[in-house]
Structure formats: C-alpha cells, structure tokens
T-cell receptor, first 113, second 111 residues
Framework: NAGVTQTPKFQVLKTGQSMTLQCAQDMNHEYMSWYRQDPGMGLRLIHYSVGAGITDQGEVPNGYNVSRSTTEDFPLRLLSAAPSQTSVYFC????????????FGSGTQLSVL | KQEVTQIPAALSVPEGENLVLNCSFTDSAIYNLQWFRQDHGKGLTSLLLIQSSQREQTSGRLNASLDKSSGRSTLYIAASQPGDSATYLCAVRSSASKIIFGSGTRLSIRP
C-alpha cells in the first residue's frame, strides 16, 4: 500500500531557482495539504485542497504555489527559492472533511543556499 | 488565533515507567484533537483522535484525554518501552480546514 508518496526526499537549491515538490496519494482522498516543519515551530500549513480544482492558503503561503488538477496529485511549487524556505516539507491527506485521520508522506528535506 | 503548546520539549524516562505528555491550546472552540508520533527522519503517524464531544480515547497502551474548558489534553503511555522513543505531536482542528500543530515532545525511553 503506497499511501502518500513524496518526491524527492532531498533537494538542494540555489537562491532564485525554482522547483516542484511532488505529492501523490492512492487512497482517493478528497483533502490534501502541504506543511513545513522547522525546529521548535511544529508543522505550519502552507496550502490545502478540499478537492480537484479547489485550493486555498494556509498559515504561510507566501513564496509557494499549488494546483490540484486531479484527485491523486497535489504538487507544491517554489517559484524563486529563498534561504528562508529551507525546511522539511510534508504532504498529508485525509478522506474527507468528516473523516479526520491524516496520512502523511515521508517528507522532503529542502536546503536553499 | 489558536496556539498549541507542548511542554516539555524533551523527556527521558527509564523503561517500564508510565508517563504523561501534555498539550495545551488557547481557544477551546475546537472540532477535535489528534496525537501523532514522528520517528526521526520520517513522516507523522496518527495515534489517537478525540472529537470535541469526547473526553478520552484509548488504543492499546495509549490513552488520550481532552478537557476543552481548560484547553488541555494529555497522552498517557503505560509501561513504556524503548520502541516508544519518538517525537509526539498534538494537533488541534480549529476550523473546517485548518489543523494547528504543537512543536512536539521528544521522548526517549532508556533501557
């Protein structure tokens, strides 16, 4: 059972470069989200989606874009990477608004130099 | 604005002890509260979810309680084992779509 799959696991970027973090789930979940985890700050919500074609901003959306063209995929785009975006990124999904259990991917560790 | 706090940030206990992890939140108007486990370098795994109308949930050696009026939740781990060593995070759903996480308690069980 694949669950939530994130790629890549590690990435190093130079300031100003762009990249896309991939997230895919095979559980037919409606809700998907992206978090970043920084030391001492817990997980902070970047963007989320309640279904294909619907996205919204979380706590820390600046510098990130998302789209949800299919139920399975929810990529996170960094348009112009900055050192402040150095973090561990997690994708999570849950079945619906009424089914609360969150399933997490294994994370992407991103360093921006 | 909802804030979630977990104290202490780290805890070390000998194997076999019962222990309690704490989570506090500032706004009692919540949908539910979840406890997660995170192993080093891994994603999060949901352990227990307590709906706002519930007082506690149990799974094996784990018991989570919720007191909305005081803004507190506890995770009780019975007969701790070295395999319980991990970071434990609590998270509060305070709106239809947003879940706010605490910064976690790093637990170490000494053999």
């Amino acid at each position: 059972n694949a669950g939530v799959t994130q790629t890549p696991k590690f990435q190093v970027l130079k300031t100003g470069q762009s990249m896309t973090l991939q997230c895919a789930q095979d559980m037919n979940h409606e809700y998907m989200s992206w978090y970043r985890q920084d030391p001492g700050m817990g997980l902070r919500l970047i963007h989320y989606s309640v279904g294909a074609g619907i996205t919204d901003q979380g706590e820390v959306p600046n510098g990130y874009n998302v789209s949800r063209s299919t139920t399975e995929d929810f990529p996170l785009r960094l348009l112009s990477a900055a050192p402040s975006q150095t973090s561990v990124y997690f994708c999570a999904s849950r079945q619906s608004a009424t089914n609360e259990k969150l399933f997490f991917g294994s994370g992407t560790q991103l360093s921006v130099l | 604005k909802q804030e979630v706090t977990q104290i202490p940030a780290a805890l070390s206990v000998p194997e076999g002890e019962n222990l309690v992890l704490n989570c506090s939140f500032t706004d009692s108007a919540i949908y539910n509260l979840q406890w997660f486990r995170q192993d080093h370098g891994k994603g999060l795994t949901s352990l227990l979810l307590i709906q706002s109308s519930q007082r506690e949930q149990t799974s094996g050696r784990l018991n989570a309680s919720l007191d909305k009026s005081s803004g507190r939740s506890t995770l009780y781990i019975a007969a701790s084992q070295p395999g319980d060593s991990a970071t434990y995070l609590c998270a509060v759903r305070s709106s239809a779509s947003k879940i706010i996480f605490g910064s976690g308690t790093r637990l170490s069980i000494r053999p």
